[in-house]
């Protein structure tokens, strides 16, 4: 075998690990924008997060536009205090929008639902590090049957 | 009782002679002044040896692997009626776990095997004295372009045989089982993170690399001159890298992924 | 006369088992010199040291007045472009053709031209008569024309110092003839010093100038041919006359035949 053959087949096997490389890159990983490139910081407090994880989606109207990036107890009550890494493209949250935390499906997986709040000359926008000030926590499905079990005892 | 701690003790030290002896050699062999011009022609040969010749067995390998994962994924997720969930579940046992470790085992049993038999084979025929009398450095001439050519190929080997695994599940979850095809990849997209998931992978088959090639160029290098020498030391390759291999695996996931 | 090696009181062993226990000789410069011994003596092993493959536990191994076993890495792999080995299985790199065999050398350690490397290997193997085998794979080549290429190969720098490990053992006759008119043409010509390490009394006897004997961890006889044929001591003349019993006895250490064969009956 010539020297040259091998350099071409050496070539080829090195551009097929690129093509591989391409392939996952494109073809499989996730390549929605808001979850590289630029992002910043939006952080929410919550009574309960229920099964949310770092990593959980944060999304818009089911779009995806950021991901949990901590979750922490805060303040001397313990309160879970979590940060959130939202796109750049999407830096227009005025103060008035809603955090809320959510299930997709019945046994689907919780993130973080982002409602956009109404905005007027009043209302500022969030910035950088900002608090989104209203939240609704995880729904506790214990809590809620007992609750549910509660009132059914009062009424009867 | 005494005796059992005795030998424990003396297969200790063995192993750590062992392991002392094979770092030494690793950076005799690579660390030093780089001679370019006279290391490249060496390792395109070598890439070509271990890299190219083993990329057949790789690409049929990783193709049947992915199709078995969307067959038997298939049959156990639509009776829960999630087979949306098979690209993500092909995807993620092939870059995460899969694709470093077979293409490792199946690197040691190709291309470990044959190194080792190759230079203890050189050993045993003189050859590497006579380099040594040539006043050239055998670790720098004939171990190092084939460490760096295990090293580069594998993690290389191991994109191939991920990506055309994922291929084999589409072939089979899609085109065959009937899964539909946009969701088969965008869920699969919605899952795998190109850091958490690839990049983890890729620096699986790193370290993978390193240890096959490093044992297997070890026990060439330190097998007896003999033919049962060099059967013995071809086959303790294969044996340590796979066992290295399995054992990394599960401390490497343990960090990344736990 | 000046020596080119010298070897003074020597200590070695491999492991437990003591290999030389105080050898000195000595090469003189630009002849042949024959080493000698019964197989397993460290014969080989003569030839390490002096390469500085091997360190000795006491004593000095020097060659051209350096001692071998103090040089730095640099200092030896010079000492070594200075000398060379043929090893007794040719050692050739089996995926190079002989004619790359024999450059390996040229290219490894100067920096001449493609041109004149070409015309260096051509000289040197035409002077071993395989100019015609260039092409060949060395496993194409039989044993005599492998150790013919390797030979070639090892006298590509113009070495000072050759050392034949074994060069005559398989071969057949022819060969062996031809590979004595080599290593003795090859003296005179280039001007080398050569030292033979083999078991073969005539082949040696006939091109040496000087003979070293081993036996038992020392060396028993250094001198011409001439003057060993006349030694005194009954193990160089068993040694050189080829007596299957003598002061190297024919059985292995044991007791008494009888003794043992009636022992066994009890």
Redesign the interface.
Known sequence: MTTRTMELLVGVFVAAAIAALVFLALQVANNSDATRGETYTLVAKFDNIGGLKVRSPVKVGGVVVGRVSSIQLTGEYYEPIVEMQISTQYDAFPETSTASILTSGLLGEQYVGLEPGFIDDFVMMLEDGDEVPNTNSAIVLENLIGQFLFSQGEEG | MINALVKLGRNTLSVLAGVGSASIMLFQSIVGKPQPLKMF?LL??Q??VV??QS?LIILISGLFIGMVLGLQGYTILVDFGAEQALGPMV?LSL?RELGPVVTALLFAGRAGSALTAEIG??KA???L??L??????PLRRVVAPRFWAGFI?MP??A??F???G?YGGFIVGVQWLGVDDGAF?SV???????G???LNGFIKSLVFALVVTWIALYKGYTAEPTSPGISAATTQTVVYSSLAVLGLDFVLTAIMFS | MENLVEVKDVFFSRGETPIYEGVSLRIPRGKVTGVMGPSGCGKTTLLRLIGGQLKAHAGEVEFAGQNVAQLGRSDLYEARKRMSMLFQSGALFSDLTVFENVAFPLREHTQLSDNIIRTIVKMKLQSVGLRGAGHLYPSELSGGMARRAALARSIALDPELIMYDEPFAGQDPISMGMLVKLIKSLNETLGLTSIVVSHDIHEVMSIADHLVIFANKQVIAEGSPEELRNHDSELVQQFLTGAADGPVPFHYKSNPYHEDLLGGAQ
């Open positions: 022609p395109i040969r890439l070509y890299g190219v990329m995807s870059l084979l050189m025929t003189e050859q004295s006579s040594e009398m040539m006043a050239v450095d190929s290389l080997l994109l191939m991920s990506a055309i994922i990849w699969m997209q919605a899952n795998v993170e190109w958490q998931d690839i």
